[in-house]
């Protein structure tokens, strides 16, 4: 387990920085729109663009685990009598902000 560990710190770390030059690569490009997804919560497009690079990424290279961003939880939220409950199963889960 202790290699497998080592292998998705690399690879997070590898992705956040792809992720991480293409938010600066918008907001230098005065290319970032903001919007609200509640009251008062905004969201702008570099940080769904950057939701998704590292979705992608982590869909591709470990399409078994599960994935929660505060973007988009889609996929990894089961309804189940009216109560939201969180995938688990498989070998990991990628939570990120």
């Known amino acids: 387990?202790?290699?497998?560990?080592?292998?998705?710190?690399?690879?997070?770390?590898?992705?956040?920085?792809?992720?991480?030059?293409?938010?600066?690569?918008?907001r230098t490009e005065s290319l970032v729109e903001v919007t609200y997804k509640n009251v008062g919560e905004l969201v702008t497009s570099a940080d769904i663009a950057s939701d998704n690079i590292i979705r992608d990424a982590i869909a591709s290279s470990y399409p078994?685990?599960?994935?929660?961003?505060?973007?988009?939880?889609?996929?990894?939220?089961?309804?189940?009598?009216?109560?939201?409950?969180?995938?688990l199963e498989g070998e990991g889960v990628w939570i990120f902000q």
């Open 1 to 26: 387990m202790k290699d497998k560990a080592l292998e998705w710190a690399k690879f997070a770390e590898r992705v956040i920085r792809i992720a991480g030059k293409k938010m600066i690569e918008l």
């Open 64 to 87: 078994e685990h599960g994935i929660l961003s505060e973007e988009n939880s889609g996929g990894v939220w089961a309804k189940r009598k009216g109560v939201f409950l969180m995938r």
